[in-house]
């Protein structure tokens, strides 16, 4: 991967320099699979309830994972949506990466962002592996296989992300109750809610 701009992912190119990921809960292979001309896909939930179905403390949670793990590993978390009414059709958490990040890292770290989700699910919910990522991670376990990804290196992906999740459990907590009651939480605010939960367990 040489050039970031020009290497087909499942990112989705929007800033200059950077690429983007839509992360989510149970989407199916998006519509705009294989890369666009940005070299990206756009991965939105896709589920079978109504889509105007009032968003539970278990989505939110599931999406904040994905932004709070995200900035952990350097990404950016642009935005958490958890409206059903926005142009993905479905909640989502939008990842970007800088430019400057090593190809050989790049891979291992989108697959953790990718399996957060279900695994944050896992911990809210008290379920196994197998059972978060087909119950509320299809989507994501979608993503890791176009990266690859599948068996023991899934498993141990869930595992390490479980990990990690558990580490930043109140920032994760923070950010999906905020996001619960706005419906949107832009970069700032997510990176508002890290460092207020941070500092609230630092006392």
């Given at each position: 991967?040489?050039?970031?701009?020009?290497?087909?992912?499942?990112?989705?190119?929007?800033?200059?320099?950077?690429?983007?990921?839509f992360?989510?809960?149970?989407?199916?292979?998006?519509?705009?699979?294989?890369?666009?001309e940005?070299?990206?896909?756009?991965?939105?939930?896709?589920?079978?309830?109504?889509?105007?179905?009032?968003?539970?403390?278990?989505?939110?949670?599931?999406?904040?994972a994905?932004?709070?793990?995200?900035?952990?590993?350097?990404?950016?978390?642009?935005?958490?949506?958890?409206?059903?009414?926005?142009?993905q059709?479905?909640?989502?958490?939008?990842?970007?990466?800088?430019?400057?990040?090593?190809?050989?890292?790049?891979?291992?770290?989108?697959?953790?962002?990718?399996?957060?989700?279900?695994?944050?699910?896992?911990?809210?919910?008290?379920?196994?592996?197998?059972?978060?990522?087909?119950?509320?991670?299809?989507?994501?376990?979608e993503?890791?296989?176009?990266?690859?990804v599948?068996?023991?290196?899934?498993?141990?992906?869930?595992?390490?992300?479980?990990?990690?999740?558990?580490?930043?459990?109140?920032?994760?907590?923070?950010?999906?109750?905020?996001s619960?009651?706005?419906?949107?939480?832009?970069?700032s605010?997510?990176?508002?809610?890290?460092?207020?939960?941070?500092?609230?367990?630092?006392?």
């Amino acid at each position: 991967m040489t050039d970031q701009k020009k290497t087909p992912a499942p990112m989705a190119v929007g800033v200059e320099g950077s690429e983007k990921t839509f992360c989510n809960a149970h989407s199916s292979r998006c519509p705009t699979f294989p890369p666009d001309e940005n070299h990206g896909t756009h991965c939105h939930k896709r589920s079978a309830t109504p889509a105007r179905r009032k968003p539970s403390m278990h989505t939110a949670i599931h999406e904040a994972a994905h932004a709070v793990v995200a900035a952990s590993l350097g990404a950016f978390a642009e935005y958490i949506t958890l409206k059903s009414d926005n142009e993905q059709g479905n909640p989502h958490c939008l990842v970007s990466w800088p430019a400057y990040i090593d190809p050989a890292m790049l891979r291992e770290r989108k697959v953790l962002i990718f399996a957060a989700g279900p695994a944050a699910s896992a911990i809210h919910m008290h379920m196994g592996w197998v059972t978060s990522m087909l119950v509320t991670g299809k989507g994501d376990m979608e993503n890791m296989q176009e990266l690859g990804v599948e068996g023991e290196e899934m498993f141990n992906a869930f595992t390490q992300a479980k990990r990690i999740c558990r580490q930043v459990w109140p920032q994760i907590l923070e950010v999906a109750q905020r996001s619960l009651k706005r419906g949107d939480l832009l970069e700032s605010e997510i990176v508002m809610a890290m460092l207020e939960a941070r500092e609230v367990g630092d006392e």
